[in-house]
Every structure is written in structure tokens, then in C-alpha cells.
């Protein structure tokens, strides 16, 4: 009779943090009151994402100047950053200055309720981003409409901020780039805090945007900037893992993910479980594989399927061999 | 040279944009933008656009100081780093800047770019990221390149049953083992014409120095050695990118080389000088062959009607391996045996594509549906190996006449839906269909449905509620139990990154801002995977994450915030323990592993308001504690000795950082900084308790080891900005 551990942990906790999630919801639109896009929603100053802001001269814009009038603290903010680089045709200061985002202002302007112009804290996500989008929609950006931020209702000002930005570069909402990824990823940016395994993120070395784009990614999975696949993103930088070799070790091919966990970990190598236990998992075979490596053989018998390195102390060519001798990944 | 690399790299990005630049109109002569005037307002931590800090580094360390600097290079000495230079011409908006870190140090980075507004950018930059393996190793062996070598009369006495592995001990001196990743890095991107961006990159990276290496011949015979590595991987990619309001295209090429300049390892046998036909003087293994990647990608989008926007990617790639296959064995004793072929020959064909397609018919409805496959189709011939040489000591038969040629296909199709038509949450839908072909698995073919359930209320007054809960299910078919038995393995094995399994996770979180003063998160997190047709092999895995953190930020500079993390991971899993076919088959041996890792993070920071009209301050504290279990199970009346428990693994750190600049004159500044680290370890399997020595029963090591430390480390320094 094969032995197997009680099923501890039932799923009632589950469900009932689901049932939270509905109860937030009911409370949450039961409560929500103001905050929200005005009920007589504004006069279509920003086109849709679907059509350009090519409004002609005079057509409804009041002009920067009639902006500044009441908003003068919003040029200084502006100093420096590239929207308000005039030299480059491309941006809002060579085109309409605060109205090539916010809208044509004339309505606002004549407005006592002042409503009739794009107030990005306001908006919904999807006018804030599109406003965004008519301009920012290459490049790196092109991943944007279907991603997986843009599913969960975040929006560009949810991360950037055009006037007020905390960060250096990128004009960020915090300081850095790793204190904003962590306001919702919190689990991921912890695990880069592991002191015994972690890629060198607290370093100054890396950072969240080294492997991602939160923008989304066109060609991958998990917004993964670089190649079509987990195990090519992780290879773009360990290149000596890519291969293909003589001998594959099937999991190293098909997903680095299966025994690393990429942002982090207690385990050397960043394993997700320590050797011998995660080659173990998959390794059944008749002696060592299978072998039960307890107190004992640390401590009295040193063995070496164990102590130090463990597997790898003998299976050195984990990722795999070009060694004609190397089906056991030894050579 | 080394010096000389970074420099080199500027160089470059420079000349190209001097190239670049000389290809535009010749810009009005420079007029220097006014330097700034002094700002008493601002914060002395802010980065100004020219500054430099130097200063002086001094530490003391109790313990293990490669663990301590890892991947920085924390040396006592002179410090000249946050270094930050900026000249824009105000004519043409030209901007230039260079950036200087930790200069000097293996660590070090430099960084410049050149860009003109509207028309190109420029950016050269080298990064060094050393890694600090250990002070304790040591080793009897000598280098020459990638061929390690032992005094040869120790050998001998130890092969004449003269002596044993003890006499090693004294030929092996203690050295620093540390590797390095340098990486060059110049792109370019040239606004050609108002819709058409052109692009490149280059990427140069060297990895050298030494690792800890597993170099063995066998169990009685086991040696860890400091593997010698030197490696360059070049990349290059060029693209066009032509858009205009409603369409976008792009083609780009991605080129990847890596050499291997050490790609063959040749090491002495520590009991064994001359070869016999049972044992071997020398081993020689294949390290990772240079190899390379060429990469054709077509990529585009387009807004159609209806708020409608499609968007598509397709790659084509090439692997390939080309190196020479080595001998069976560098035993000259044994049988020489025919190489199937003279070169790897490996080659693999890499194709992907993903289109996706949205849409907003009303203004509270978002329509997604994506397809996405990937195919690793490996091209490389069947190899046949019926025999080698195992441990260089040996012929044995391969159970399985040869490799496998691996080759793997994947297929997602998803669409999902979300609605904000109960504002301000917006709930969404999905559904995935995620399909696996394999060659050589113990499933031909894995299929998995995911059901994914959002709600997001991110634009409330007083904060942002999100929560998500996934449902999948993944079922295998063409179950090939006969290629388990083939290896060795037990027929009810699955392995568990394609078993049958059901995954159920929840993650929700909430953030209270109720006014500009005070912020409040919360998050929690509960994840399992089942495989319950698994009879072997991982059983379960499960999380459990949850945090809160709050922030304090008032006008006159006062900040402070904590925050605590927890997470719980959870794997069990089955084995049998068995050493003869009769054992194999008898279920009172099997045995199980209940793996449980916690680990608590605390983090904490304080910003207080200026100290006097001079002086400002920051400190952060972070605290993390990881600890290990790993209970092992038998079965009551099992014929297995009932084990003796493992011992919790541990490891603490906490961190405390203190700076403090002081305003000395409109742009000079005192800089004082203090970290403090402590490091606590304890791992039963590369304790120093453990691994006490570099001879170990039936084992010849290098003595790495897990230490813990505590630092002290000050920096005193000027911050000069103009």
C-alpha cells in the first residue's frame, strides 16, 4: 500500500478568500462614490486611440499660454524631460504643448465646472492609455493593447507620472524601478532580496525591466523582453546554456523555470528546491537516485551524493553534454 | 586591456554618433547651457546633472567576506563614483552624458550617450558584475589554461598505496574564487524619417574567471575543481521599425555567438597517476560548446475599425553547435571506440509566432484573443552510441543506443474579457487552451485549460482593490511508461513539469491611500498544484504569501514606511528506495519527502526632514529570515532504516544603511555612510562542520563553504555638483 500524506489542507480556505474577493467587489461598488469620470462625461477632446490628435489650428485649443494662466505651476515640471523638448517634432511642445494630451482646453476654459478637458487621475484606463498610445504605440510599447497590465486595468499614469516623476530615468511614480514593480509584485521583488541566491538586483546590476517589459511583450510569455520562450530569455544571457547539445537534459531545453526560480531563491543556484531533493522529483531509478540521503550520511558517512555540491558533484553537465560519453551528464 | 575596454566601448558609441551626427546638418556652434544656479531647496540625494562623489571606503569584516560582497566589489580604498556629466546644445537640443560608478572596481560602470532630439540616440556602456564565490577554497591543483594538474609524486605515492588523499593538504593553497560577467554594449537608434525608426545593437560580453566544478570519477573517487572559464558571447541585431498613426511593421535580426575559449577540461585523478584499464591518471570532460543563434523577425500591428487593433510577431531561428566531438575517454588504457562523427552537428530550427487581436466594441467591453506557438524542432541526426566510456574508467552500454533528438512544440490560444461596466471595477474572464508536443517524454502530447477570474477596482478615491483566481488542468496523453523502463525508472514516474495536474491559485490585494500622507497595502496569496495521477515523483507543491506595507510621506521632507513579507513553499514527493529488481517492485520501500520553506521579510526606512538647513539624512533596515525543512516519510513495517531527520537550513540577514550629506557650500557637500550586515548560515549540507577540509571520504574538494559575516563599512566622501 503506497503511503501518502493526508490531504491537509482543504480548499475551504480558498474558496472563502474567494467569497472576499466578491464581498470586496459588492462593497466596493456599493461605497464608491465621486472619484470617478464625470456622469456628463466631456466633450471629445482626445480622439480615440484609433485616430490621430490632428485638430486644426484654432479648432476648440486655447493655447499653453491660457493653460499656464491657472495651471503655472505644470511648466516648470515639464523642464527637462523630453515631452517638452520643441526641437523634436514629435513631441507635445512642438505640436499643441499641454492640449496635444489633455485635449483641446477652449471648453474648459469656458466650462464654470471646469470639466471638458482629459484629467489623467480621473480618466478611465483606457482614455488615459490612449492618449498615451496616439504617440507612444512602437517600439517597446507595441505589446501594449492585449497585455496583460492593460487587461488588469492598469494604465500608463500607473506607473509613470509626466509632471511629477520620483525616478532618474523613465519618469517613474517611485524612486526606482524596483520599488514600483514591487507596489504589486511584492512576492517576486522579496525573492531578489534572498541572501543566498538571487540574481544581482540589490546590486544595482539588474532590474525587473532587465528581463521584462511591462508594457507587454509581442514575442513572448510573462511580458519576457527578449526571444520567444523562457529558457531564450534566460539564454540571451547565459549564452554557454543555449546549445543544442549532443546529450539534452529534456527539462534544461524545454523550461529553465522547472528547477530555477528566476528572481530568487534560498537554494544555491537559485534552485526552487534544494538537490538531491529536486532532481529526486523526476529520478526514481533502482540505487543512488532513489537512494534516502538523511542525517546520517551528511554527518557520519560524508557521503558525496550529499554534502557540498550533491548531484552535481559528479553530474556536473546538468544543462547538458557535447561529450560523446556524456549521457549521464558526467563528461 | 582591461582599463582599456570601457574605453574603447565610449569610443565606439561616440564615433558612431559622431558618424551619425556628421551625416545631419552641422549643428550652431556649442553654446553651453547656463549652469544651473544653486538650489538650496533641493535635496542633496536628488542626482544633479554634473556631480562627482569622492571619498574613501573603509570596513571591517568578521566572517565570510566574499559572501558579504558577492556580486560588488567592496574593497577598502578610494571611492570615485556617482559621477554624472551633462552638456545639452541648446541650438539643437543635443544632448550628451556620461555617467561614471564605483570606477576602478570590478564592479565598476560607465555609461554615455548622445542624443539629438527627433533625430538619434546613441549609448555606449560597460558593466562589470563580479561574483564572489569563497576566500576559503584551496587546491592542490595547478592551472595551465583549462588543464589542471597534481604534483606527480603525491600521485604516485597515493596510487602505490603509499599515501592517501592527506597529502594533498599541504600542497594546496588557499585562493580567492571569483568570476565576472564585463559586458560592452553600444546601440544606436536613428529616427530616419518621421515614421521609419532604425535601430542596432552590440553587445559584447566576457565571462571569465573560476567556479566551483563537479570533475569526478566516481563514487569512491569524487573531486571538485576550480573550473578556469573564459568566454565571449557577441551579439549584434539591427531593426526598422515604419509606423504611422494606424499601422506598425517591423524586421529585425538578432545574431548570438558564443565562444568557449576553455571548452574542453582536462584534470588529473587525485588517487591515480597512470592510466590501467580500470582506472584512470586523468579525466576529460566537454564543457558548453560555442555555439550561435540567428534570429529573422517580422513583427506588426494595425487599428482597424471599431476600436479594433490586431497585432502580430513571427521569428525564425537557427541553432546550431558545430564542435568537434572529443573522444569516449582520454584513457589511454582502454578501448578506442569510433565517434559516431567527427562534429556535433547540431542544429535546431526555432519558430514562433503570436497574433493577437482586441478589441473595445462599447466603452465598457475589452475583447482579447491571442495564438501562440512555439517549435523547437532539433535537426540534429541521429546519433548512434551504443557503448562509452563511463568515468573515463569504464565501457558501459547505453540504455538507450544514443541521444534523443529533443524536439518540442507549444500552442496557446486565450481570449479574455473584461468589463467595466460595474465601475469602478472592472471584472475580467479568460480562458486559455494550452497544448505540448514532445519527442521523447512520457507523454507524447500535455493539454491544459486555465481559467482565470480578475477583478480590479484600480481607480478609486481611497485606493485600488485587485484580485485574481486561476483554475487549470493539465492532461497528458500518449503515455510511453516503456521509455521509463527503458532508463531504468519506475513505469508510474511522471515527471512533474508535464504530469497531470491541477493548479488552483488566488492572489488578491488591496491599497488604502486615504489622503497624500498615508498609504496602506496588503496582499495575500494562496497557490497548490496537485498530480494526482503522480504515483511517483512530486506529489503537491504549494504557497502561501502575505504582506502589508505602509508608507508615510508628509510635505517638509519627514518619510518613513515597513513592510513584512511572508511566504510558504510546500513540495512533497514519493521515491523508492531499491537495489535489487526485487526491491524495485516492493512498495514497502517507498518513501517520501515533505519539503516547507518560510521566509520572513521586513524592511524598513526613514526619511527624516532636514536636520538644520544643511544637513539631510536617510537610513533603511531590511530583515530577512529563510529557514529549510525537509521531513522524510517511510511507511509503517518498512523494511528502510528509519532515517535520521536533516536539520533545518537557516539563513538571516539583516541590513541597516545610514547616509548623511551635509551642505558644505552652494555645491559643495559631505557625504558619510554607514551599512552595517550581518549574515547568518546554516546548511547541513555545505556547513563548515560538514565540509571541513578539503578531503572528504572518497572526495578531494575545494572547501567552499557557507560562513556567516558581519560587516561594518563606512564611506566618507564630497559630493561636488556645477
Known amino acids: 500500500m503506497p503511503i501518502r500524506r493526508p490531504n491537509a489542507m482543504r480548499n475551504s480556505g480558498f474558496w472563502l478568500l474567494v467569497c472576499a474577493c466578491g464581498l470586496f467587489t459588492a462593497v466596493t461598488v456599493a461605497t464608491s462614490s465621486g472619484g470617478q469620470a464625470p456622469t456628463q462625461k466631456p466633450a471629445p477632446t482626445t480622439a480615440p486611440a484609433t485616430a490621430p490628435v490632428t485638430a486644426p489650428a484654432q479648432s476648440g485649443f486655447a493655447g499653453s499660454d491660457t493653460c499656464l494662466t491657472c495651471h503655472s505651476d505644470m511648466e516648470a515640471t515639464l523642464k527637462g524631460t523630453k515631452h517638452a523638448q520643441a526641437l523634436d517634432a514629435r513631441t507635445p511642445a512642438a505640436q499643441q504643448q499641454c492640449e496635444s494630451c489633455h485635449g483641446p482646453g477652449q471648453a474648459h476654459v469656458d466650462d464654470d465646472a471646469k470639466g471638458h478637458i482629459l484629467k489623467f487621475a480621473k480618466a478611465s484606463p483606457a482614455e ?14 507595441a505589446g501594449w493593447s492585449g497585455s496583460k497590465h492593460e487587461a488588469r486595468n492598469l494604465t500608463c499614469t500607473t ?3 509626466v509632471h511629477h516623476p520620483m ?35 540589490r546590486e544595482g546590476k539588474m532590474a525587473c525591466s532587465s528581463c521584462h517589459n511591462p508594457h507587454g511583450s509581442i514575442s513572448n510569455v510573462k511580458a519576457l523582453a527578449k526571444g520567444s520562450s523562457v529558457a531564450e530569455s534566460c539564454t540571451t544571457c547565459h549564452t554557454e546554456m543555449r546549445g543544442p547539445v549532443l546529450w539534452e537534459h529534456t527539462p534544461v531545453r524545454e523550461n529553465c523555470a522547472t528547477c530555477h526560480d528566476p528572481h530568487g531563491s534560498s537554494n544555491d543556484r537559485m534552485l526552487v528546491v534544494r538537490q538531491p531533493m529536486i532532481c529526486q522529483r523526476c529520478h526514481v531509478a533502482m540505487k543512488h537516485p532513489a537512494t534516502l540521503y538523511d542525517k546520517d550520511e551528511i554527518t557520519t558517512k560524508k557521503s558525496n551524493r ?3 555540491r550533491s548531484c552535481v558533484n559528479c553530474h556536473s553537465a546538468i544543462h547538458g553534454s557535447n561529450h560523446p560519453s556524456g549521457q549521464f551528464f558526467m563528461r | 586591456m582591461r582599463k582599456a575596454t570601457p574605453t574603447l566601448i565610449l569610443f565606439l558609441a561616440l564615433a558612431t554618433s559622431a558618424v551619425v551626427s556628421g551625416q545631419q546638418p552641422a549643428p550652431a556652434p556649442a553654446q553651453p547651457v547656463a549652469a544651473a544656479p544653486v538650489d538650496d531647496a533641493r535635496s542633496l540625494f536628488d542626482p544633479t546633472a554634473r556631480q562627482f562623489q569622492i571619498g574613501g571606503r573603509l570596513s571591517s569584516i568578521e566572517g565570510d567576506p566574499a559572501r558579504w560582497q558577492r556580486y560588488r566589489d567592496l574593497r577598502d580604498g578610494v571611492l570615485f563614483t556617482n559621477a554624472r556629466y551633462e552638456h545639452e546644445w541648446a541650438a539643437t537640443g543635443q544632448k550628451f552624458q ?13 555609461v554615455g550617450s548622445l542624443d539629438r532630439p527627433g533625430r538619434f540616440t546613441v549609448t555606449g556602456s560597460w558593466d562589470g558584475i563580479p561574483q564572489f564565490y569563497s576566500v576559503d577554497t584551496k587546491t592542490p591543483y595547478t592551472a595551465n589554461g583549462a588543464t589542471l594538474t597534481l604534483d606527480d609524486a603525491t600521485q604516485r605515492s597515493i596510487q602505490n598505496k603509499q599515501a592517501t588523499l592527506s597529502a594533498y593538504v599541504p600542497l594546496a593553497p588557499q585562493f580567492d574564487m571569483i568570476e565576472r560577467r564585463d559586458t560592452g554594449l553600444v546601440t544606436a537608434s536613428i529616427a530616419a524619417t518621421k515614421q521609419l525608426q532604425l535601430t542596432s545593437t552590440f553587445r559584447t560580453q566576457k565571462h571569465n574567471g573560476e567556479l566551483p566544478w563537479g570533475a569526478s570519477f566516481g563514487f569512491s573517487n569524487d573531486v571538485e575543481v576550480a573550473l578556469p572559464y573564459t568566454s565571449r558571447t557577441n551579439d549584434f541585431g539591427v531593426g526598422a521599425e515604419w509606423s504611422n498613426q494606424r499601422n506598425m511593421v517591423r ?25 590501467t584499464a580500470s582506472l584512470p591518471g586523468r579525466g ?31 521569428s525564425y531561428g537557427v541553432w546550431s553547435n558545430d564542435s568537434a566531438l572529443q573522444p569516449y575517454t582520454i584513457n589511454s588504457q582502454l578501448p578506442v571506440l569510433a565517434l559516431p562523427r567527427a562534429t556535433t552537428d547540431a542544429t535546431a530550427n526555432v519558430f514562433a509566432t503570436n497574433f493577437g487581436i482586441t478589441s473595445r466594441p462599447a466603452d465598457d467591453w475589452r475583447l482579447t484573443a491571442r495564438l501562440r506557438t512555439y517549435n523547437f524542432d532539433n535537426q540534429m541526426p541521429e546519433t548512434s552510441i551504443p557503448q562509452f566510456i563511463n568515468y573515463d574508467t569504464s565501457i558501459k552500454t547505453s540504455s538507450t543506443g544514443g541521444p534523443h533528438v529533443l524536439s518540442h512544440a507549444r500552442g496557446t490560444i486565450t481570449a479574455d474579457a473584461t468589463w467595466t461596466g460595474l465601475q469602478p471595477v472592472g471584472l475580467g474572464v479568460a480562458f486559455a487552451r494550452n497544448h505540448g508536443g514532445y519527442d521523447h517524454r512520457i507523454y507524447s502530447d500535455t493539454d491544459e485549460n486555465v481559467f482565470t477570474l480578475t477583478a480590479d477596482a484600480a481607480t478609486l478615491p481611497w485606493g485600488s482593490i485587485r484580485g485574481q483566481a486561476e483554475f487549470s488542468d493539465r492532461t497528458g496523453s500518449g503515455l510511453d511508461e516503456a521509455s521509463l523502463v527503458q532508463i531504468g525508472e519506475q513505469p508510474k514516474l511522471r515527471h512533474y513539469d508535464i504530469a497531470n495536474r491541477e493548479r488552483r491559485k488566488f492572489e488578491g490585494q488591496l491599497d488604502l491611500f486615504p489622503n497624500d500622507v498615508w498609504n496602506v497595502s496588503v496582499n495575500a496569496g494562496v497557490g497548490k498544484d496537485e498530480y494526482g495521477d503522480s504515483y511517483f515523483g512530486l506529489q503537491e507543491s504549494s504557497f502561501r504569501v502575505a504582506g502589508v506595507a505602509v508608507d508615510f510621506a508628509r510635505p517638509n521632507g519627514l518619510g518613513a514606511g515597513a513592510s513584512y513579507n511572508f511566504e510558504r513553499y510546500a513540495g512533497f514527493h514519493v521515491s523508492r528506495s531499491a537495489g535489487s529488481d526485487a526491491e524495485f517492485v516492493d512498495p514497502a520501500r517507498d518513501w517520501t519527502t515533505d519539503s516547507s520553506e518560510d521566509v520572513h521579510y521586513f524592511s524598513l526606512y526613514l526619511t527624516p526632514p532636514r536636520l538644520g538647513r544643511k544637513t539631510e539624512a536617510r537610513i533603511g533596515y531590511d530583515f530577512s529570515d529563510a529557514r529549510a525543512n525537509y521531513v522524510y516519510g517511510i511507511a509503517p513495517g518498512s523494511p528502510l532504516v528509519p532515517p535520521n531527520q536533516l536539520p533545518e537550513a537557516y539563513n538571516t540577514l539583516q541590513e541597516l544603511r545610514a547616509e548623511l550629506r551635509h551642505r558644505l557650500s552652494g555645491r559643495l557637500a559631505l557625504t558619510v555612510s554607514y551599512a552595517f550586515e550581518d549574515f547568518k548560515v546554516y546548511d547541513f549540507a555545505m556547513d563548515p562542520s560538514v565540509v571541513d577540509g578539503i578531503v572528504q571520504p572518497s572526495s578531494l574538494v575545494l572547501g567552499y563553504v557557507y560562513r556567516p559575516y558581519t560587516t561594518h563599512s563606512a564611506v566618507v566622501g564630497l559630493l561636488y555638483h556645477w
Open chain 2, 251 to 275: 524586421v529585425a535580426y538578432d545574431g548570438s555567438w558564443f565562444n568557449n575559449n576553455d571548452d574542453t577540461l582536462v584534470w588529473d585523478s587525485p588517487l591515480q597517476l597512470d592510466d
Open chain 1, 128 to 141: 488615459a492609455s490612449g492618449a498615451c498610445l496616439n504617440c507612444h504605440s512602437g517600439g517597446a510599447h
Open chain 1, 167 to 201: 525616478s532618474a530615468a523613465k519618469q517613474l511614480v517611485k524612486n526606482t524601478e524596483t520599488q514600483l514593480c514591487a507596489t504589486c509584485h511584492r512576492t517576486q521583488v522579496a525573492k531578489t532580496e534572498r541572501a543566498v541566491a538571487h540574481m544581482p538586483v
Open chain 1, 306 to 308: 550529499m554534502f557540498g
Open chain 1, 159 to 161: 506607473c509613470h507620472s
Open chain 2, 98 to 110: 556620461v555617467a561614471a560608478d564605483n570606477v576602478g572596481y570590478r564592479d565598476g560602470r560607465y
Open chain 2, 284 to 314: 576529460r570532460m566537454s564543457m558548453w560548446p560555442t555555439n550561435q543563434a540567428n534570429t529573422f523577425s517580422i513583427a506588426g500591428s494595425s487599428k482597424l475599425a471599431a476600436r479594433t487593433q490586431f497585432t502580430g510577431f513571427l
